[in-house]
């Protein structure tokens, strides 16, 4: 077990799974998963979601801790303490790398969730109001300055955050979020399962019709998974090296995976029967949450207090998020840099405006600028999702299985053998990590590329 490098930490097993359960329910939940489901053929998708979830994630998340704790230090350090090798630095390295390129889309969208969520209370979705959504989002996001503004106060809130600490920044900070976004969303779920016309919405939620099911569904379900529990991209190590000596990581792999879940069909139960309620189509697609729902608030009664509730629970969910993103990058630079948290969160900052701009700006001016025939918004995730979170979860879960090897993994995971683990449970999560994942991570690749 290499010495711990890192100085803060999470003080207790609640802050961490708090924490992390911050960083994997976000946009991913509440804007991608409901429509996914939509345009995928409703249960089929999250049938297919759940099994990849529990098959193939939370295995390649236990692996993310058991690296990140071991390793205790940035994820670059930790790999090469982990498999005492430096060249596995370089994993550590495009995990930055990787949190770098989802942030840049991220906090763009961020910026919508502020915009959103001001606009909500100031009652512009209320009942009887009278707006143009669809003009309303394109007019925003394809302006210049505006979201450019948003995505801005969204960063700085962020660092805020991240220059507290881990503890008193971090930990404190989820600790209040989850509970709160949880209330939220449950609460809108009740709103929109008792609007008249409901039951079609929740009947296409959870009665399973596979004749829209695609193989590239396959693909979305995969690559949800992993977007949904930000696995690839380092995060888990970073948090990972932050967790006590004394928790239970397979107990908080299990706990961590099922509340995301769980979120995000909630999530769905909150979104879907209003959508079928007022008879619109689900596989509307991104504009989903911006479009569509606003749309719906003013048509429902209690519309103006459900948008609101709303657009915090969007604004949490994509700020804690965030702050893992950003997490990974300054824990990253303060190891590679030598500085301090401040400078290196300042450096991050800086450059993720410029990037964030450059997102956000191919949205309107930059539209013409197409890579691939898609906008540099759009290439930037979609090069993260496809491309570089495949590529680290394939790293973490080699090096676990082929370097850490099986006695370190069940020391790690069993806390030097002071936490129980049933011997069968642990034989076949290393057995997924060391055979399964990569085969199903590099077969899913290969897919995707020919
Ligand atoms: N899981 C987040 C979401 O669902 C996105 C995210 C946060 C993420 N941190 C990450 C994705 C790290 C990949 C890696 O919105």
């Not at 961020?110 to 394109?138: E, H, N, P």
């Not at 996001?141 to 979201?147: A, H, K």
């Not at 139960?269 to 479009?291: D, Q, W, Y």
């Amino acid at each position: 077990m290499a010495e711990r490098r890192v100085k803060d930490s999470f003080t207790s097993n609640f802050g961490m799974v708090a924490a992390a359960i911050g960083s994997a329910i976000g946009l991913g939940n509440l804007w991608r998963f409901p429509y996914l489901v939509g345009q995928n053929g409703g249960a089929a998708f999250i049938i297919v979601y759940l099994a990849i979830t529990l098959l193939i994630a939370t295995p390649i998340l236990l692996a993310e801790m058991v690296i990140g704790r071991r390793g205790g230090g940035s994820p670059r350090e930790s790999y090469i303490a982990v498999s005492g090798r430096k060249g596995w630095g370089v994993a550590g390295i495009i995990g930055m790398v990787t949190c770098f390129m989802i942030m840049s889309f991220y906090v763009v969208v961020g910026g919508w969730t502020v915009k959103y969520l001001l606009l909500s209370l100031s009652m512009a979705f209320s009942r009887g109001a009278q707006i143009d959504s669809v003009g309303l989002f394109s007019g925003f996001v394809g302006s210049s300055f505006p979201p450019i503004f948003y995505a801005a106060l969204f960063i700085i809130l962020t660092v805020a955050i991240i220059c507290v600490g881990v503890q008193k920044g971090i930990e404190k900070t989820s600790k209040l979020m989850m509970p709160l976004l949880f209330v939220l969303i449950i609460l809108i779920g009740i709103r929109s399962v008792t609007l008249p016309g409901a039951g079609a919405g929740l009947e296409y939620l959870f009665k399973p019709d596979f004749s829209h099911f695609t193989f590239d569904s396959l693909l979305a379900a995969l690559g949800q998974s992993f977007f949904s529990l930000s696995l690839g991209a380092c995060m888990l190590i970073t948090y990972g090296a932050y967790t006590p000596r004394s928790s239970n990581l397979t107990k908080n792999a299990a706990i961590i995976t099922v509340s995301d879940t769980f979120f995000a069909v909630l999530a769905g139960c909150a979104i879907m029967p209003a959508v079928f309620a007022f008879g619109i189509n689900p596989s509307e697609g991104a504009g989903l949450v911006f479009v569509t729902l606003p749309q719906i608030f003013t048509q429902m009664p209690l519309g103006g207090l459900c948008s609101i509730l709303f657009f915090i629970a969007l604004f949490l969910a994509a700020l804690s998020s965030s702050v893992s993103l950003f997490e990974v990058i300054t824990a990253s630079l303060m190891d590679i840099c030598r500085i301090s948290r401040g400078k290196a969160a300042a450096i991050t900052a800086v450059v993720l405006t410029l990037t964030g701009c450059v997102c956000s700006l191919s949205q309107g001016v930059l539209k013409h600028i197409t890579i691939a025939g898609m906008n540099i918004f759009d290439q930037f995730d979609y090069l993260s999702s496809n491309f570089l979170m495949t590529l680290g979860g394939l790293l973490t879960v080699i090096c676990v299985g082929w370097f850490v090897k099986k006695p370190a993994f069940m020391d790690e995971i069993t806390s030097g053998g002071t936490v129980k683990v049933p011997r069968p449970l642990a034989e076949i999560l290393f057995f997924v990590i060391k055979y399964a994942a990569p085969v199903v991570i590099i077969v899913t690749a290969l897919s995707i590329i020919f």
